[in-house]
């Protein structure tokens, strides 16, 4: 029998997780075009809404049911804006073991939303699911996403040489492929207790609810 994530929300105080719906197509659209997100993903530029319903309809679904991992939109749970997207990955059920993605929404950045949607998506894999590790690729250069990841406890394992490639946008606009080193992150469940303190300190968020 193929293991596979349940589908369900997870709340935070500011935050909802839930799965991608046909009304985010447009909103999901804009974001993954911004500058931030074509520089440090592979999703296509200039990025459609069909390829946004494609993947909210078809691929995103189809992560889960296939039991290859998760896709959270991420909404601030005032007022149901999209914020970002959170993506549990290459997950192996055997080790119990799965590697996790975000972005954010380029008005939704310096407000500590990655790092909060990240970290209460990695306490739920390692209360709820059981899973043992969660891993995180950055770009050596992608130091906001290296400061997500510091900040929710991980811990740098090493640099995987020439192993991705970025994209930068020449003084004539146009997008150039550039290669990268790749830093590697793990998160285990005990490196949480000490993240969820600092955050706290930091300012970042409190308290949790439950997930549905």
Known sequence: ?????????????????????????????????????????????????????????????????????????????????LVGIVHLRNTDWRVRSSEIAYIVAPWARGEGYASEAAFVTARWLFHDQKFERLELRTAADNAASQ????????????????AWIARSRTDSGHWIEVRTDVIVWSLLPEDLTGADEQLADAGGFSSYSDWN
């Open 1 to 81: 029998m193929m293991s596979t994530f349940p589908d369900i929300s997870i709340s935070t105080e500011r935050l909802v997780l839930r799965p991608f719906e046909e009304l985010d197509i447009e909103a999901f659209a804009e974001m993954m075009n911004d500058e931030m997100v074509t520089a440090w993903t592979s999703v296509p530029h200039p990025y459609t809404r069909d390829d946004a319903r494609r993947w909210i309809t078809e691929q995103a679904p189809a992560e889960r049911t296939e039991g290859r991992g998760i896709v959270f939109a991420v909404t601030e749970f005032l007022t149901q804006r």
């Open 147 to 162: 400061q997500v990841a510091q900040k929710i406890g991980c811990i740098s394992e090493g640099v995987l040489r020439n």
